[in-house]
């Protein structure tokens, strides 16, 4: 994902919003070392992605909407569709605006 948001903030310049659909592991706080291998954190995969494109790009105004779902953490293919409509209402919704 930060690879991505970050190539677009500096080809595009800001970008209003990142919505993240994210799986019950992306969410889920865990303990790592930064890459200085100095650094201990215990947060979620999700919440180091926000911290890392606020670093890199201050005061940008990024909206950053989370859209957890363990939909697709099932097997379930019904619920995995439902979430995706969920998403499209949403950003559909946001277009309207």
């Given at each position: 994902?930060?690879?991505?948001?970050?190539?677009?903030?500096?080809?595009?310049?800001?970008?209003?919003?990142?919505?993240?659909?994210?799986?019950?592991?992306?969410?889920?706080?865990?303990?790592?070392?930064?890459?200085?291998?100095?650094?201990?954190?215990?947060?979620?995969?999700?919440?180091?992605?926000?911290?890392?494109?606020?670093g890199a790009f201050?005061?940008?105004?990024?909206?950053?909407?989370?859209?957890?779902?363990?939909?697709?953490?099932?097997?379930?293919?019904?619920?995995?569709?439902?979430?995706?409509?969920?998403?499209?209402?949403?950003?559909?919704?946001?277009?309207?605006?």
């Open positions: 994902m930060e690879p991505v948001s970050r190539m677009l903030i500096e080809e595009k310049g800001n970008i209003d919003e990142v919505l993240a659909i994210c799986t019950t592991k992306a969410i889920e706080k865990t303990e790592f070392s930064e890459e200085d291998g100095e650094s201990n954190l215990v947060m979620s995969a999700y919440d180091y992605y926000v911290k890392r494109i606020n201050p005061n940008n105004g990024i909206k950053f909407t989370q859209c957890p779902s363990n939909a697709f953490d099932e097997k379930n293919e019904i619920e995995k569709e439902n979430a995706i409509v969920e998403v499209a209402r949403y950003i559909l919704n946001k277009k309207m605006i």
